[in-house]
Structure formats: structure tokens, C-alpha cells
């Protein structure tokens, strides 16, 4: 049994409000330095930059996993993971039939930047990716499914965004078998608060800047033998499930 530090909520230089310098081999250079194993990239809305940070991390020997954090109709930040790339690919050419698309001014909200998996700039996203899709909070668990994928709420124990923030309480959506928090030393108190239950606990950085990734903290405990990343991979997501 060997641990493996995670973190799975990391954006890229595609999501607007993240800083250019979040490129997905800075981000896995990162991910070395801070002594993490497993990290997923999570943009707003899009999983574009996840092949280029696919290629990155193993470079890096990194084990990533391909991600999105979807902003619902309700404007609830949702953690989507897929344990196959082509999966997330997948899910991603779906949410973008349910963006609702406002012209994205790189002035306000920043620049959407696509790179290939040595950084170079092959494109833009030139709509808005960090406003509200049509994709309610109960359709989640049922499409994660469909992509075989997992999903829960991100940083509920934040004001902006958070799904208890928003309706004043964790809803009973039986789908979400998981939830993330923001800070390890709130969760105590949540569990009291609110009905989260038995759910798995995340702990993640929701890392804007290449400064907010963490050192290694949160694991999981793994029999990784006979060792590959993609049994690791699926180790974590049985886990998960």
C-alpha cells in the first residue's frame, strides 16, 4: 500500500479567472515540486487543455485525471472527473450544447487560452466559459453517469458558488457520493451543520495560480501492485465511487 497525494481541482490558463502562467506543463512542474501524485485539471466549463496537460504530466510523473468543474443553471460549481480522457473529451463537446455563450471580453474577465502540451498557444475559447450552463444540479449525477464519470459539489464550504451557500442546505441527491472542501478545518463543523453524512471528503485547492497549489496533505492509500498509473487511476475512482 503506497499513499498518493492528490489534488483535483486545478485550473488552467483556459479558465478566465486563472492566471496565464497556469499552463498545463506548469502546472504539472508544479504538482512535482508541491510533492502531489494524482492532480486533475478542472476548468470552467471545458476540459480543452486536458490532453496537452495529459502529455505534460506524464513527462513529469504525474498520474493526471481529466476534469471540468461545470457552473450549473442554479450558478453551483459541480467537480466532473473521468477516468478515461476520451470520456471527458466527450462530456466536454456535450456541456458546450448547454453553454449559454456571452461573448467573453479578455479585458474583464481575462484571457481563455488553449495550449498543446508544450505550452504554445493554439487557440481561444472566445465565449465566456465561467457563467452558467443550462445543466441544472439534479441532471449531474445522472450525466456523469452517462459519461462514466463522477461528480459532487465543490468547495462547499465556500459563500461563492458553493452548493449550500446557494440553497441553504446539501441536498439529498443520492448521485453525489462525494463532496470537496476548500478547508480541511471546516469540516467538522459542516458535518454538524449540514446533512452531508457518510460522503467522501475531499480536501483541494480550486488553484487559480501556480502559488495556490498545495503541499502534498490530502491522500489516498493504494495497493498500486502490479504498479500502472491507469490502475491507480482506477483504484482512486473505486474509491471515489
Known amino acids: ?9 486545478i485550473h488552467s490558463c483556459l479558465s478566465p479567472c486563472a492566471d496565464n502562467d497556469n ?4 502546472i504539472a512542474g508544479m504538482a512535482t515540486l508541491c510533492g502531489l501524485s494524482v492532480v486533475a485539471l478542472t476548468d470552467h466549463n471545458t476540459c480543452r487543455n486536458c490532453p496537452a496537460f495529459f502529455k505534460a504530466a506524464k513527462r513529469q510523473g504525474i498520474i493526471p485525471i481529466a476534469g471540468m468543474e461545470l457552473t450549473t443553471a442554479e450558478d453551483i460549481h459541480v467537480i466532473f472527473l473521468f477516468e478515461e480522457l476520451e470520456d471527458a473529451m466527450k ?9 449559454i455563450l456571452i461573448e467573453n471580453r479578455t479585458d474583464i474577465f481575462g484571457d481563455q487560452l488553449i495550449c498543446d502540451e508544450f505550452d504554445e498557444v493554439v487557440g481561444t475559447d472566445e465565449y465566456l466559459l465561467s457563467n452558467a450552463t443550462t445543466i441544472t444540479v439534479d441532471e449531474c449525477p445522472a450525466l456523469a453517469e452517462e459519461f462514466s464519470g463522477i461528480c459532487y459539489p465543490a468547495h462547499v464550504d465556500r459563500q461563492a458558488n458553493g452548493i449550500i451557500s446557494t440553497l441553504g442546505t446539501f441536498p439529498d441527491i443520492k448521485g453525489f457520493r462525494c463532496c470537496e472542501f476548500h478547508d480541511a478545518d471546516k469540516v467538522d463543523e459542516y458535518k454538524k451543520l449540514y446533512p452531508i453524512g457518510e460522503r467522501n471528503i475531499l480536501i483541494c485547492s480550486d488553484a487559480h495560480f501556480l502559488w495556490d497549489m498545495r503541499d502534498k496533505e490530502a491522500y489516498f492509500l493504494i495497493d498500486d501492485e502490479p504498479y500502472s498509473s491507469s490502475l491507480v487511476r482506477k483504484k482512486i475512482f473505486e474509491a471515489l465511487r
Not at 462530456?91 to 453553454?99: G, H, I, L, P, S
Request: glycine share 0%.
Open 23 to 26: 499552463t498545463p506543463s506548469n
Open 1 to 9: 500500500m503506497n499513499k498518493y497525494y492528490y489534488d483535483f481541482h
Open 91 to 99: 462530456f466536454d463537446e456535450y456541456v458546450r450544447t448547454r453553454r
